[in-house]
């Protein structure tokens, strides 16, 4: 009997494995999407490498370069926020002074605003919608003002050093001015906008290097002040929006805040010890009602916390120490672990899909 040759071998096992290959990525996404979440992963600063991940919540599956395959290039460099207006998302992409507009339901490319004032760039990082309008702060000290129907910037409102989080209330859009590339002479205010005449009436003094921002169901609005991440701890100024004062400063350590129905879920991770935490909190009573709501024994680097209110599901995003592609973790309303899913390089913002 004839031996079979090394190479023959080698032959069949390249054709074997080849008609077991998986799919390609682009095959776990249908042309329309549905039942999932986009996720925004950040990338590396000047890498060029952000990313959007779809989770198929039918099959877990996940496809981790979905803007590359349905647009044809690369997202840019640090994609640092991501929302659904209507029937459009809007990617903001921050040092590539870009924002990417495409289409919600099959994400094909609709259109890139060059985010660029006479030749230099804007740095934008915020992105918030009221009426026919969008609203996104630059690092260069401006709001701009974007038509959504046009999808061209109509106005730039000066505001205070690198702006970066927003809320609405009353009729108003109040901007947290960071002065973070300044630091550690950091900006310490919260610009307030009339949002019928798009001109700014005041500046609110309130805690160090203020970055999120969220309104309740009140209307009060709540800033997370970063401090300067040693000897100023983090804070939360509790600001009064019909006469535009701080009522209060709540010595709660944090970097996210968003809402879980009446509550809020305020997560903090710690840069020095590498510890996180999650709250939870009320806003009508102003107390912490859980301060250790879910366990975070498993997180290496939280940098994301929201939560969908169809699934009643919370999600924390874990940056795995900022050099690994992250995970979302899925837990359920009272904080028991459901699902994790591995999807792109720091992942920061996420779109859920009925």
């Known amino acids: ?28 996404v249908s042309a329309t999407l549905s039942n999932g979440m ?21 099959n877990s599956a996940v496809a981790n370069s979905l803007f590359e395959n349905r647009v044809g290039r690369q997202l840019g460099d640090t994609g640092n926020d991501m929302k659904r207006y209507g ?10 002074s870009t924002i990417e507009v495409l289409d919600a339901i099959t994400f094909k490319t609709i259109q890139q605003i060059d985010m660029v004032n006479g030749g230099v760039a804007k740095q934008p990082r915020s992105i918030v919608f009221n009426g026919s309008f969008a609203y996104v702060t630059c690092y260069d000290g401006f ?9 061209t910037v109509t106005q730039r409102i000066p505001v205070g050093a690198n702006p970066e989080g927003m809320a609405i209330a009353n009729n108003k859009l109040y901007v947290a001015n960071s002065g973070g590339l300044n630091f550690p002479n950091v900006d310490s205010t919260l610009s307030v906008i009339d949002l019928s005449s798009n001109i700014e009436l005041s500046k609110i003094v309130i805690g160090q290097n203020p970055s999120s921002v969220i309104a309740d169901a009140q209307g009060e609005i709540y800033v997370i002040n970063r401090g300067d991440y040693g000897a100023i701890p983090s804070s939360i100024s509790r600001i009064d929006s019909q006469n535009d004062v701080v009522l ?28 996180s935490n999650v709250l939870l909190f009320d806003p009508l009573s102003e107390t912490v009602i859980n301060s250790n709501f879910i366990a975070t024994t498993g997180i290496s680097t939280l940098y994301g916390i929201q939560y969908d209110s169809f699934r009643n ?18 837990y359920t309303s009272t904080g028991s672990l459901v699902e994790n899913y591995h999807v792109g390089l720091n992942p920061n913002k996420i779109i859920f899909y009925d």
């Open 143 to 151: 709001v701009d003002v974007i038509d959504t129907s046009a999808l």
């Open 313 to 330: 599901q919370i999600y924390l995003m874990d940056a795995m120490s900022f050099t690994n592609t992250g995970y979302v973790k899925s």
């Open 1 to 28: 009997m004839r031996l079979i040759s090394l190479f023959s071998i080698t032959a069949i096992m390249l054709i074997l494995s080849s008609c077991k290959k998986d799919k390609p990525e682009q095959d776990l």
């Open 248 to 275: 209060s400063t709540l010595a709660i350590n944090a970097t996210h805040i968003v809402p879980m129905n009446s509550n809020f879920l305020i997560a903090n991770y710690d840069y020095n010890s590498s510890v």
């Open 38 to 58: 986009l996720v925004l992963c950040e990338g590396l600063f000047q890498q060029n490498n952000s990313s959007v991940s779809w989770v198929n919540f039918t």
């Open 87 to 96: 029937n459009k998302i809007y990617i903001v992409v921050n040092a590539s």
